[in-house]
């Protein structure tokens, strides 16, 4: 990283986030060609810029406008390109999906906290899991069940009682979603390279839903998981905020 990063920047569309854009770029200017995209906003907005930063490769250095900010720094102005200079920087490799619908058609979907599979209708699902091409559970019957990079641990997969990963632990969480049979499994950790795939069982009487992040696609019958790691993502912390550190402490929140 130069000592001095050319930067632009970014902001979510809440005054909080757009005053901040006014001021850095007051201060700071916006280069063009810059070095690193600052990202003003909350988890959410941190999670548009990364998947909308897939093909430039630049790193995201994220302020906290928002209100968890678990991916994002403490919001100040002051000496940014040296804190920038000095952050310590995070790769993520997102999750591909591949699914295919009721009436035949094939739809993708990229996931950089997790994807998850959901029924549609009052009725439980009931899914068939492979795992790298080996039928593990025969019938999940539940809610959902959802694949969650460590990035994506502390969100969703968290609240359905799957465990969280740290970054560099290489694995992937499969986390099921208010199961009900067989009742007492809990999920999986697994792999990083694990490929996963889910068949709908019943689909037209029990519709499911896909979900890749913000990519929601309905009436799937077929659903196909990796990890894609021809795709880096670079996250930028401050060295005494760093993203492992907090990834550690949320397992001893009380």
Not at 90 to 109: A, I, N, W, Y
Not at 237 to 253: A, G, S
Request: with cysteine; glycine share 6%.
């Amino acid at each position: 990283m130069p000592a001095s990063p050319a930067l632009a920047f970014s902001a979510a569309d809440t005054p909080d986030a757009q005053a901040a854009l006014r001021e850095l770029q007051g201060r700071y200017g916006s280069a063009s060609n810059s070095d690193v995209i600052v990202a003003l906003g909350g988890d959410g907005f941190m999670l548009e810029t990364l998947r909308g930063s897939i093909e430039r490769r630049q790193p995201i250095y994220g302020m906290n406008l928002g209100t968890v900010g678990f991916l994002l720094n403490e919001y100040h102005i002051e000496q940014l390109p040296e804190r920038i200079a000095r952050a310590v920087s995070v790769k993520l490799h997102p999750l591909r999906m591949q699914v295919r619908c009721r009436d035949g058609r094939t739809e993708h979907g990229l996931a950089i906290n997790e994807v998850s599979l959901f029924r549609e209708t009052r009725q439980a699902a009931h899914l068939m899991i492979e795992i790298d091409g080996v039928m593990r559970l025969e019938r999940l019957i539940c809610d959902g069940v959802l694949v969650a990079t460590p990035a994506g641990s502390t969100a969703y997969n968290l609240s359905a009682h799957g465990p969280i990963l740290p970054i560099s632990a290489n694995l992937l969480a499969l986390t099921p979603i208010s199961a009900f049979r067989p009742r007492r499994w809990r999920g999986a950790l697994l792999p990083s390279r694990t490929r996963f795939a889910f068949n709908v069982i019943d689909a037209g009487k029990r519709p499911v839903s896909a979900v890749a992040d913000h990519t929601d696609i309905r009436d799937v019958v077929h659903v196909e998981v990796w990890e894609d790691r021809s795709i880096d993502l670079t996250l930028l912390f401050d060295p005494e905020h760093n993203f492992e550190e907090r990834i550690l402490k949320e397992q001893f929140v009380p």
